[in-house]
């Protein structure tokens, strides 16, 4: 089973970023625990990072071809983007949302998730962990289906 691992603005600064919300480990340590957890439950992780919300939507669309399942944290993106949502939608691949940080607990803002309605699950505040939580959600609703 393939997986696209997406990744949206400013995750790129992980460990420099807010350490206290986001922790000190860095983006690169991020693809190492992801592209690990993945091949302990058999699974390939193709990991990607992007600034821009339709890099990201690219992203999802060429998924379409390829991939059996999509872990995306859009960042900022999840509490603004209608075409993120859209493009999860338009692919039907079974999506799992991930916050490293509990956005539930956080500004009212971070209240609204348009990506969480074209996922299957989500994960927060669990930092790196929910990346592999993601993962096993995938292998085993993709199991099912
Ligand atoms: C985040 C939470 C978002 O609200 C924020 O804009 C981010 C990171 C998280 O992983 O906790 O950039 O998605």
Not at 7 to 17: A, D, F, I, Q
Not at 94 to 123: G, L, N
Request: proline share 3%; glycine share 8%.
């Amino acid at each position: 089973m393939k997986i696209l691992v997406l990744n949206g603005p400013n995750l790129n600064m992980l460990g420099k970023r807010e350490p206290g919300i986001y922790g000190a480990q860095s983006y690169a340590d991020l693809v190492a625990f992801i592209e690990k957890s993945a091949a302990e439950e058999g699974l390939e992780a193709d990991c990607r990072q992007s600034n821009h919300e339709g890099t990201l939507v690219d992203w999802i669309q060429e998924a379409a071809d390829g991939y059996d399942g999509i872990v995306i944290n859009p960042g900022a993106y999840t509490h603004t983007s209608i075409a993120l949502l859209d493009a999860l939608k338009a692919v039907n691949l079974p999506a799992v949302e991930v916050h490293i940080s509990d956005v539930s607990k956080r500004e009212d803002f971070r209240q609204v998730s348009y990506v969480r309605m074209a996922c299957v699950k989500t994960y927060m505040g669990l930092g790196f962990e929910g990346y592999r939580q993601a993962l096993i959600c995938l292998k085993e609703h993709c199991g099912r289906s």
